[in-house]
């Protein structure tokens, strides 16, 4: 009898024991690591403004809030770009603890290796293109059909409302079609259209890149251009914006074109007529052959708000060239996930 319940107690024992263990496996969710790839396109030029080719990864140093940074990849121009340093090891992550999910696995997000550049262009037809419209749609036409064969190019256009025209696409005769079938129409939100341009481009990988030709200054948007500035600086993508005379009947568009492109690495152009304007579809079609690409993977930094990027050049020989790439981005900008954002609002009154 005494062995009987010697052997009920030691079931017990047991049968409780596996249940303390199983719930204690439960109530210890499995971590999941997010690793977010930055990237910084770089354009370098010397003191006549012509571009430096030939640098290697050694030749760049990047800070982020201070913080020297590794390369993780590398390309210049439309060259495939390579893999320097294998992803992060999700136990010894350089990211935040604050990053991590709770999920059943762990988890890296892979090296994309693209060549080429993903180009958005985004055309004004609003009702201050009356005048010489044919001539930007050449202007815009002769651009296509110059960029790399390895670039993919998005058509939109822009009055009030946005027209996705041509989604992204290696075919230039689609694009091309697109281009050709436009018509000018109503008051321009330029602003409205290139925060929802922005967001379309974010949704790819490799390099993003946004060319506006804007005819007139913003006569009816809902959002500020600071906040399209900064969702193109968090997300890397380089805003270049070529503005006709007839933009520049109002001074502060023409300030904040200069601000907007200067902060994601990009340029503004002022055509004063038709040559000046392909003269800087050019010179667009030129930075992108000339860009390096160049991405890390973020170390242990605290701050959750905005974080700046800092690029350097090594070596006293190097120090005389000049840099123009994006002055950083913000770590998440949940203000364009909520349904309160200019985002979503434009979106949902679009609906």
């Known amino acids: 009898m005494a062995n009987r319940f010697?052997?009920?107690?030691?079931?017990?024992?047991?049968?409780?024991?596996?249940?303390?263990?199983?719930?204690?496996?439960?109530?210890?969710?499995?971590?999941?690591?997010?690793?977010?790839?930055v990237q910084v396109n770089v354009a370098v030029t010397d003191d006549k403004g012509n571009y430096v080719t030939g640098l290697r990864p050694q030749d760049f140093t990047i800070f982020e809030d201070k913080i020297p940074e590794k390369i993780a990849t590398f390309g210049e121009g439309n060259e495939l770009t390579r893999s320097l340093v294998d992803a992060p090891d999700p136990k010894s992550s350089a990211s935040d603890s604050s990053d991590q999910k709770t999920s059943n696995e762990s988890s890296l997000k892979q090296i994309p290796a693209v060549a080429g550049s993903n180009v958005f262009i985004l055309f004004d037809t609003s009702n201050y293109m009356y005048r010489g419209?044919?001539?930007?749609?050449?202007?815009?036409?002769?651009?296509?059909?110059?960029?790399?064969?390895a670039d993919k190019i998005a058509f939109y256009s822009y009055s009030r409302d946005l027209s996705r025209a041509s989604q992204l696409t290696s075919d230039r005769s689609a694009v091309?079609?697109?281009?050709?079938?436009?018509?000018?129409?109503?008051?321009?939100?330029?602003?409205?259209?290139?925060?929802?341009?922005?967001?379309?481009?974010?949704?790819?990988?490799?390099?993003?890149?946004?060319?506006?030709?804007?005819?007139?200054?913003?006569?009816?948007?809902?959002?500020?251009?600071?906040?399209?500035?900064?969702?193109?600086?968090?997300?890397?993508?380089?805003?270049?914006?070529?503005?006709?005379?007839?933009?520049?009947?109002?001074?502060?568009?023409?300030?904040?074109?200069?601000?907007?492109?200067?902060?994601?690495?990009?340029?503004?152009?002022?055509?004063?007529?038709?040559?000046?304007?392909?003269?800087?579809?050019?010179?667009?079609?030129?930075?992108?052959?000339?860009?390096y690409?160049?991405?890390?993977?973020?170390?242990?930094?605290?701050?959750?708000?905005?974080?700046?990027?800092?690029?350097?050049?090594?070596?006293?020989?190097?120090?005389?060239?000049?840099?123009?790439?994006?002055?950083?981005?913000?770590?998440?900008?949940?203000q364009y996930e909520r349904q309160s954002s200019p985002v979503s609002m434009l979106q949902s009154a679009s609906q």
């Open 6 to 37: 010697f052997l009920l107690w030691c079931f017990l024992l047991s049968f409780f024991s596996c249940l303390a263990i199983n719930a204690t496996a439960q109530e210890e969710p499995r971590v999941r690591v997010t690793v977010d790839l």
């Open 133 to 149: 419209f044919v001539y930007a749609q050449d202007a815009i036409a002769e651009f296509v059909r110059s960029l790399d064969m």
């Open 176 to 291: 091309l079609r697109s281009v050709r079938s436009t018509v000018a129409g109503d008051e321009a939100a330029l602003y409205n259209s290139l925060l929802l341009t922005v967001k379309d481009a974010s949704q790819y990988t490799g390099r993003k890149v946004v060319v506006v030709f804007s005819n007139g200054p913003d006569s009816a948007s809902l959002v500020p251009p600071e906040d399209v500035a900064e969702l193109a600086q968090s997300t890397g993508i380089v805003i270049y914006m070529i503005s006709t005379r007839d933009a520049q009947i109002e001074p502060v568009s023409s300030a904040v074109f200069e601000r907007m492109t200067k902060a994601t690495g990009g340029k503004a152009y002022f055509a004063k007529n038709w040559k000046d304007e392909r003269q800087a579809f050019a010179s667009i079609r030129d930075d992108l052959a000339h860009l």
């Open 293 to 334: 690409s160049v991405s890390y993977y973020p170390k242990a930094n605290p701050n959750r708000g905005w974080r700046t990027i800092t690029v350097k050049l090594n070596g006293d020989k190097l120090k005389k060239y000049h840099i123009r790439t994006r002055n950083g981005y913000r770590m998440q900008p949940s």
